[in-house]
């Protein structure tokens, strides 16, 4: 089977504009986390879906990051009025539950022109 | 709040040498910790979980509550070891896993 797809895997959009960001995790894959990897920066966790629990969103750095995880499967992280500073890889990942192993996808890198 | 910290950025080490990448942590409880790897060009991968108590390619590394340390540990660095380290947190209240900033190794033949 496929491992996590992130699409796309490469994204250029000018300063203002929203960018959607998707992951299909592994099939029958519980849990999916959103992270951040820049340099210097090491993966600053987003935010966290696990089955049909509320999402764990304390990583957003603001009210411009929002992700949705329908029917527990596919994930879409928006990034709304985007800034430069949002340049930077996009991981996610996936686990088969809580505490698990997690396995990334190959990241989508945007770019804020 | 919980914390991991990697506190070199980078380490260079000569092949054959014994290799450390410190990880320490902030936690109360009792915490799930991970070593992952990312080698050029290759995705994010887990290398080693401290409850399995395994070595993976050579390296181990021991949960010491004591020093809230869980460095990562090799008797012989091979060159194919260079790579981008990351030391990882799972608590056991809130589930989701957190990442130091990482270290950056390389091997020097």
């Known amino acids: 089977g496929a491992g996590v797809s992130q699409s796309p895997s490469n994204k250029v959009t000018e300063k203002g504009k929203d960018v959607e960001l998707r992951c299909d995790p592994i099939?029958?894959?519980?849990?999916l986390y959103w992270y951040r990897q820049s340099l210097g920066q090491g993966l600053e966790f987003l935010i966290y879906?696990?089955?049909?629990?509320?999402?764990?969103k304390s990583g957003l750095p603001s009210d411009r990051f929002s992700a949705e995880r329908t029917g527990g499967s596919v994930s879409t992280l928006t990034i709304q009025r985007t800034q430069q500073e949002d340049s930077a890889v996009y991981l996610c990942?996936?686990?088969?539950?809580?505490?698990?192993?997690?396995?990334f996808g190959s990241g989508t890198q945007l770019s804020v022109l | 709040a919980q914390r991991v910290t990697q506190p070199e950025k980078l380490l260079s080490v000569f092949k054959g040498a014994p290799v450390e990448l410190k990880c320490n942590y902030s936690?109360?409880?009792?915490?799930?910790l991970f070593w992952y790897v990312q080698y050029s060009r290759q995705r994010l991968q887990l290398l080693l979980r401290?409850?399995s108590r395994e070595s993976i390619k050579g390296f181990t590394a021991d949960l010491n509550k004591g020093e809230t340390s869980f460095h990562l540990k090799k008797p012989f660095a091979q060159e194919e070891d260079s790579a981008m380290y990351y030391c990882?947190?799972?608590?056991?209240?809130?589930?989701?896993?957190?990442f130091g900033s990482g270290t950056r190794l390389s091997i020097r033949p």
């Open positions: 990942a996936s686990s088969l539950g809580v505490g698990e192993k997690l396995f």
């Open positions: 099939s029958g894959h519980t849990a």
């Open positions: 879906f696990q089955g049909n629990s509320a999402p764990d």
């Open positions: 936690y109360s409880g009792s915490p799930e």
């Open positions: 401290h409850i």
């Open positions: 990882a947190l799972s608590y056991s209240s809130a589930s989701k896993i957190i």
